[in-house]
């Protein structure tokens, strides 16, 4: 079936340092990977998401990678701040359609 | 723009009850989506709606359903309710359907007793 794993599920860093969450997918028809950020007593938020044509995304501090080869996708985060303390959460759109999530990655910025 | 709008915020069910859950969705998005988020399961795909036809269900039990209306506001049933339907319930709203771009309301905190 189709499943996504992701690593680590906890990270802690210093503020001004990077971040980096791993995931790896099963459903090698996927096509649709976003990158979701949910803060405590809200609902997640997509930050960022790529499509499998695509090897590379930056949105400002933020960037996916792919390697469809691989069926791993990454997201990092630079120059980290205290607001990027949240829980993420990768995804990916697989032959059904429907979004597979990860387990989440605890994030936590150390001022 | 306002935001996807859920209700109620939290509920509190004993064992058997039936719930109803409220969606909606940003204006002029057609798609909703309901996902339940618990700890140990993560965040689990329900339904999808679009132009009021369910589009794609995940594997849940029958207990488990929804509809849409013509506004694209949703709602979704569970009946009978167990101790482990406890959960966060989220809804989420998008333009098109397939599950891109999803904006998600903040959940209503169901607690089954």
């Known amino acids: 079936g189709e499943n996504v794993e992701q690593h680590p599920s906890t990270l802690s860093v210093q503020e001004g340092d990077s971040a980096v969450i791993k995931c790896t997918y099963s459903?090698?028809?996927?096509?649709?990977f976003p990158w979701y950020k949910q803060e405590l007593g809200k609902g997640p938020q997509l930050i960022i998401d790529i499509r499998s044509n695509v090897g590379e995304k930056k949105d400002q501090r933020i960037a996916v990678t792919l390697n469809k080869t691989a069926k791993h996708f990454s997201l990092h985060i630079t120059e980290t701040q205290p607001e990027d303390s949240a829980v993420y959460f990768c995804a990916a759109r697989g032959s059904s359609y429907k979004l597979i999530f990860g387990s989440g990655t605890r994030l936590l910025v150390r001022p | 723009k306002a935001g996807v709008t859920q209700t109620p915020r939290y509920l509190i069910k004993t064992r058997g009850q039936q719930v109803t859950l409220s969606c909606s969705p940003i204006s002029g998005h057609r798609s909703v989506s309901w996902y339940q988020q618990t700890p140990g399961q993560g965040l689990q795909f329900l339904f999808e709606?679009?132009?009021?036809?369910?589009?794609n269900k995940g594997n849940f039990p029958g207990r488990f359903s929804g509809r849409q209306f013509s506004n694209s506001r949703s709602e979704m049933n569970v009946s009978t309710l167990e101790l482990g339907d406890s959960a966060l319930y989220l809804c989420?709203?998008?333009?098109?359907?397939?599950?891109?771009?999803?904006?998600f309301g903040s959940g209503t905190q169901l607690s089954v007793l």
């Open positions: 459903d090698s028809a996927s096509n649709y």
């Open positions: 709606y679009f132009s009021e036809t369910q589009r």
């Open positions: 989420a709203s998008s333009l098109g359907q397939g599950s891109e771009k999803l904006f």
